[in-house]
């Protein structure tokens, strides 16, 4: 059994009305940020009989723009593969910087890799279907940032792609479980200067849902 897991009805909705039930598939609605996301995941989890073999966390991200000029960066409606997941807004903040607790004691887990296994499988499954997709870091903020020097801020930091509100807090819990996560999402929006430029929210949730389909349909028949 795999388990899907999206914020939100409108990143949902699409893998639902584009998937028949499925005796290989559950789906969970996880809330959005950090907090409702571990406590609807760990509810869920604690309830199941037998846990699942894998956790896909799916829907939309904001890009972070290029550090310099001609780098390399997601623009809207590419897909995200996630290396690592960083609680980035977890510690003090001055301004738009974030810099952690000087007593260690006081910081938790705040920094994951990914199971490098599942994430080279689901990347494997892209690139065979042909779908071109960018792998690193990403961020997950309890406040989605409103500007650029912040989400600059969060790019040089943990040298990330895209941020998110749910993922570290997936991985945090699937770490707990035991259960291998891969993580991937589809950019709906540039970190920029709120308010910025309109979000391109249902193609990305619609084109994140093809991808998660496509990586259930695989993993599902790959897992055990
Ligand atoms: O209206 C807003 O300002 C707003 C801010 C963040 C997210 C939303 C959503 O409706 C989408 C839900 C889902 O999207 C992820 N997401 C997408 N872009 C970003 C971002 O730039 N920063 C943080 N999260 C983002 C996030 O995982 C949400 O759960 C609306």
Redesign the pocket.
């Known amino acids: 059994m795999l388990l899907a897991v999206a914020?939100?009805e409108i990143e949902m909705q699409p893998l639902l009305s584009m998937r028949p039930p499925d005796a290989g598939v559950s789906y969970l609605l996880s809330g959005?940020g950090p907090l409702e996301t571990a406590v609807r995941l760990t509810s869920h989890l604690a309830r199941l009989a037998e846990l699942p073999a894998a956790v896909l966390n799916f829907?939309?991200?904001?890009a972070y723009l290029p550090p310099a000029p001609g780098d390399s960066m997601p623009e809207v409606l590419d897909v995200c593969l996630a290396e690592r997941e960083v609680f980035g807004d977890f510690g003090i903040a001055f301004g738009d910087r974030v810099e952690p607790f000087a007593v260690p004691e006081l910081g938790g887990v705040d920094d994951m890799t990914l199971d490098p296994e599942l994430a080279l499988r689901a990347g494997a499954i892209l690139s065979h279907v042909g779908v071109r997709f960018h792998r690193g870091p990403f961020v997950t903020?309890a406040a989605?940032?409103g500007t650029a020097d912040r989400g600059r801020f969060l790019q040089q930091r943990h040298r990330a792609l895209c941020?998110?509100?749910?993922g570290a807090a997936v991985a945090r819990v699937c770490r707990e479980f035991g259960i291998p996560l891969v993580e991937c999402r589809v950019i709906?929006?540039l970190?920029e200067d709120r308010p910025g430029r309109p979000w391109h929210?249902q193609p990305a949730c619609r084109k994140s849902a093809e991808i998660a389909g496509l990586l259930l349909d695989h993993l599902r028949d790959e897992l055990p």
């Open positions: 914020a939100t959005v829907g939309v991200a904001g903020v989605a940032s941020e998110n509100m749910e709906s929006n970190v929210l």
